[in-house]
């Protein structure tokens, strides 16, 4: 058996497992226990892989633009890649918006609502970290946050943050430097591109940690929410956001890639489950980078000028799956608080969602948080009429890790297949 294949099997028993200690060992035991499993999980598996996310993205970046060198191409693959990105979100966000128009899922009998809205509203207010994170998140705060992330003007203090953004620019214009350095800076290009291969060695041993820190993850989330809330009222709007997601990763992105990349589309994502099953336990698109990229490189048939491009940058920037959930989480919301949305305002929800996605850094919760963004752009519009208040998102905090899990999921795979399409412009020669 090839070693994937195992690790494979490997990872899907942990989950397994994992869910089943956490819904009849863990759930509903109000000791410590939970939180011993969430330490465990983070030290097998969520630090170690963070622990190599800054240095990878600082090496991978360099090499990969190195490798291609050639500025015309560069300028081609950043295009296409870009339009990928923006195109597949605005696709995702408009299969989201459609479904809850279908589904309708806040649509419930008034006592059912005013019940979830009071709860809801509770569990907000008692949540002061979440309260905190929310702060000021309007449309003008997050463009000047993407900026300001995009040219920072401290490099160090990016990497001590973890903010991949700025690290990511700035290993571009280095990149580009020493490749236009010719002769001088070969010693340089050569120490990247070694640190590189060094990177991607010290990934394939900590990816055996894998199905443990799966297990621990696992657990804890069944653990805290439990499998019956899938039937509670607040199971109509968690089947929204699955359908969806089902629909975006199994349907649309493969036909894009076999359309585009010419490429056998499910035989590559059986090619990717590492990264996917790693995204799915970790909650978090940056951590699982340094799986990403190994299995699209080593398993995917990924070029590596394209992965070491597409994927450190799709990891904060391309998120369908979060720009999906949070069209269907807001237009939800404003369901079931009874305020009706013409056209023009979900259409605004289309736009903003997609912003908010590209705003939300890939760690857990983070599209919970600029969700805010969608919720003050409608309220904005609603010219003095009721607003949907933001600690409405307290109704749909409890079962949030739950979508968390699979948003990731499929935001990991649209970065694994845009580096699989942009592979054709950019092959490794
Ligand atoms: N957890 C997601 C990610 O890392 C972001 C989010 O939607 O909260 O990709």
């Known amino acids: 058996m090839k070693p994937t294949t195992i690790l494979t099997i490997l990872i899907v028993a942990g989950m397994v497992l994992g869910a089943v200690v956490g819904e009849f060992v863990l759930h509903g035991e109000a000791i410590g226990s939970d939180h011993w499993t969430k330490v465990a999980g983070d030290l097998v598996l969520i630090r170690p892989l963070k622990l190599l996310v800054i240095p990878l993205v600082l090496f991978s970046v360099i090499a990969g633009i190195t490798r291609v060198g050639d500025p015309a191409k560069l300028g081609r693959l950043g295009g296409a890649t870009l339009a990928y990105y923006f195109a597949t979100m605005l696709i995702a966000v408009a299969i989201g918006a459609t479904l809850v128009q279908m589904i309708n899922p806040g649509d419930l009998p008034i006592e059912v609502q005013e019940t979830m809205r009071a709860s809801g509203e509770t569990a907000f207010s008692a949540d002061t970290s979440l309260q905190s994170k929310v702060g000021d998140k309007t449309m003008g705060g997050t463009w000047t946050n993407i900026l300001y992330q995009l040219i920072p003007s401290n490099i160090v203090q990016e990497m001590s943050a973890g903010r991949p953004l700025g690290l990511i620019v700035f290993a571009m214009g280095l990149g580009l430097a020493l490749a236009a350095g010719g002769e001088r800076t070969r010693a340089a290009r050569e120490f990247f591109d070694a640190g590189f291969e060094a990177l991607m060695t010290l990934i394939q041993w900590i990816i055996w940690l894998t199905p443990i820190g799966v297990f621990f993850l696992v657990a804890w989330t069944v653990g805290r929410i439990g499998l019956g809330n899938l039937t509670e009222p607040i199971g109509g709007y968690m089947a929204t956001v699955f359908i969806g997601l089902a629909i975006h990763g199994l349907i649309v992105l493969p036909l894009i890639l076999w359309l585009i990349g010419r490429v056998s589309p499910y035989r590559f994502m059986a090619k990717m489950k590492p990264a996917l099953l790693t995204a799915f336990g970790t909650d978090s698109s940056s951590a699982t980078l340094p799986v990403t990229i190994e299995t699209a490189i080593d398993e995917g048939e990924c070029s590596e000028q394209s992965s070491n491009f597409v994927l450190p940058l799709g990891s904060t920037i391309n998120m369908d799956g979060t720009a999906l959930y949070e069209a269907v989480a807001v237009l939800f919301l404003f369901q079931l608080y009874g305020i009706d949305l013409e056209f023009g305002q979900i259409l605004l929800v289309v ?12 760690i857990p919760s983070a599209g919970l948080v600029t969700m805010v963004i969608v919720i003050a752009a409608v309220n904005g519009s609603l010219a ?19 979508l968390d899990m699979c948003r990731t999921t499929v935001n990991v795979w649209g970065d694994a297949v845009g580096a699989r399409i942009m592979t054709r412009i950019a092959p490794d020669s």
Do not use: F, H
């Not at 009721?386 to 109704?395: C, K, S």
């Not at 749909?396 to 890790?401: E, P, T």
């Open 384 to 402: 003095g009429s009721a607003e949907l208040p933001i600690a409405a998102i307290g109704v749909i905090l409890g079962v949030d890790r739950l």
């Open 351 to 362: 736009i903003t969602a997609t912003l908010a996605a590209v705003g939300a850094a890939g």
